[in-house]
C-alpha cells in the first residue's frame, strides 16, 4: 500500500465508536454493507489511502467519499446504515439538539417507563416516537449513535450513575473538627507520654456477620491443585454484631459479640471498659449517632456514673472519620474472607481468639487527614 498522505478531512473517534466499529467490522452476523462500511472508516481513520480502502473493501472511492462525508455529519454508526432515497436528508438544528437534551435530563420513569435509566436505544426509540408530535420531525430517523454524539458535546450521560456523599448534616465541619481535635490530642499523648487520665476508644458496631457452614469439607491445597477447593453450596447459622472500641494509644481493641446491637448490648460495652480502665478518671468514645448510642436507657445508665464517660459524635454520614473503620476494614481482610464454621458459637470464639491475636501485638491507628489545620 502508499504511504499515508494527509487529508482535507480526517476522522477521529472515540474509544467507545471506535470499539463498536471494530466489533461490526468483524462480525459474522452484521449486514455485509455494514461491515464493509466499518471496515472502510476504521482505515480511513488511520490514514490509508483512498485507492486502496476502496480496493480493499470493495467500493469505489466516490462512496467512500459519500461514507465519509455522511459519518462526518451524523456519526460513525449512523452512517453505516443507507439513508433514505426519497426526500432531502433532514438537517438537524440546534432546537431538535436541545430537545434531545431536554428529553435526556428525565428518567425513563418520568415517561412512564419501568426503567430507572436511559439507554441509548430506549432515549433514540422514544425520541422518534414522540418527536413529531412535539415538533421536532427532524429526529424521526434519529439512531442511538446520534444521540450519544449530540449528547456527548455537553458530557451529559444519563446512561450512568455518578454517587457523590452528600452532607447533610449542617455542623459537618464542626463535628468533623471536635473528632480531628480528639485525635490530635491523642497523637500529643503519645508523643510526650504523659498520663492524661483520659482513655480514648474508637467505638463502632459490625452487624450482620453472618456464620456460613459448609455442606461439604473444603478440599486442602496441594501441589497438583493450588487453591482451597469449595462446594459452592452452604448453610446459614445466623449473624452476629460486634461491638468493639480501638484504643487510640494503645491500640488494643475492646471487643463484644453479641446477637444483636441494641441499647442494653451498647450499655453491656460500657460496663466493659468501665471496668477494664478502673483507674482512668475518664472514658471519651468517638461514636456515630446511632440512635441506640443515646437512648433513654442509656442516657440512665450514664446518670448513674456521672462524667465517667464522654461521647464525641461523628458527623452524619461520617463514619470515614472513625479510626475503628480501618480496623474492621482490617478483620474483614483477614479473618472474615471466606471464613466457614460449624455453628455461630465457632463464629464467636473465632472472633474473639482474633481480638485476642491483635490485642499480643497491637497497632496504633493514626489519623493524617487535615491534621495539620488542627492545633490544641
Keep these: 500500500m502508499e504511504m499515508a498522505r494527509p487529508r482535507s478531512k ?15 467490522a468483524s462480525s459474522r452476523m452484521e449486514p455485509a454493507a ?24 470493495g467500493m469505489s472511492t466516490v462512496a467512500l467519499s459519500k461514507l465519509v462525508n455522511k459519518c462526518m455529519s451524523i456519526g460513525p454508526l449512523a452512517s453505516l446504515d443507507d439513508l433514505p432515497r426519497s426526500g432531502r436528508t433532514a438537517v438537524i438544528t440546534d432546537d431538535d439538539k436541545a430537545y434531545i437534551k431536554h428529553i435526556a435530563c428525565y428518567k425513563p420513569v418520568d415517561f412512564g417507563y419501568p426503567e430507572e435509566l436511559w439507554s441509548q436505544s430506549k432515549l433514540a426509540k422514544h425520541i422518534r416516537e414522540n418527536c413529531v408530535k412535539d415538533g421536532y420531525p427532524n429526529l424521526a430517523n434519529i439512531n442511538k449513535s446520534m444521540v450519544w454524539k449530540f449528547l456527548d458535546e455537553d458530557d451529559i450521560k444519563p446512561f450512568r450513575v455518578r454517587y457523590y456523599l452528600e452532607k447533610r448534616d449542617p455542623k459537618f465541619s464542626e ?24 482513655v480514648t476508644l474508637s467505638f463502632d458496631e459490625k452487624p450482620g456477620i453472618q456464620a456460613i457452614g459448609n455442606t461439604v469439607a473444603d478440599g486442602p491445597a496441594t501441589s497438583a491443585n493450588g487453591f482451597v477447593k469449595r462446594d459452592p453450596e452452604y448453610v446459614r447459622h445466623g449473624t452476629l454484631s460486634l461491638l468493639a472500641g480501638l484504643n ?48 433513654r436507657k442509656v442516657m ?28 474492621f476494614g482490617k478483620m474483614v481482610r483477614t479473618l472474615l474472607r471466606g471464613i466457614r464454621v460449624d455453628s455461630k ?11 485476642d491475636e491483635i490485642n499480643k501485638d497491637p497497632v496504633v491507628y493514626r489519623w493524617t487527614y487535615k491534621m495539620d489545620e488542627i492545633s490544641v
Design 345 to 355: 458459637q465457632e463464629l464467636i470464639d473465632r472472633i474473639y481468639a482474633y481480638m
Design 300 to 327: 440512665e445508665y450514664l446518670d448513674t456514673r456521672p462524667n465517667r464517660f464522654v461521647f464525641v459524635f461523628t458527623p452524619k454520614h461520617g463514619s470515614w472519620l472513625n479510626l475503628v473503620e480501618s480496623f
Design 248 to 295: 487510640l494509644v494503645t491500640g488494643e481493641v475492646v471487643p463484644l459479640v453479641r446477637e444483636s446491637h441494641t441499647s442494653d448490648d451498647f450499655i453491656d460495652f460500657l460496663k466493659i471498659v468501665d471496668g477494664k480502665y478502673a483507674d482512668a478518671e475518664r472514658i471519651r468514645l468517638v461514636l456515630d449517632n446511632l440512635k441506640v448510642h443515646t437512648s
Design 34 to 57: 455494514h461491515i464493509q462500511r466499518a471496515k472502510a472508516l476504521l482505515m480511513y481513520e488511520r490514514g490509508v489511502p483512498n485507492k486502496d480502502i476502496a480496493q480493499e473493501v
Design 10 to 24: 480526517s476522522l477521529q473517534f472515540t474509544n467507545e465508536e471506535r470499539g463498536d466499529l471494530n466489533r461490526i
Design 175 to 198: 463535628k468533623m473538627k471536635e473528632v480531628l481535635m480528639v485525635y490530635k490530642e491523642v497523637q500529643m499523648a503519645i508523643r510526650s507520654e504523659e498520663e492524661t487520665g483520659t
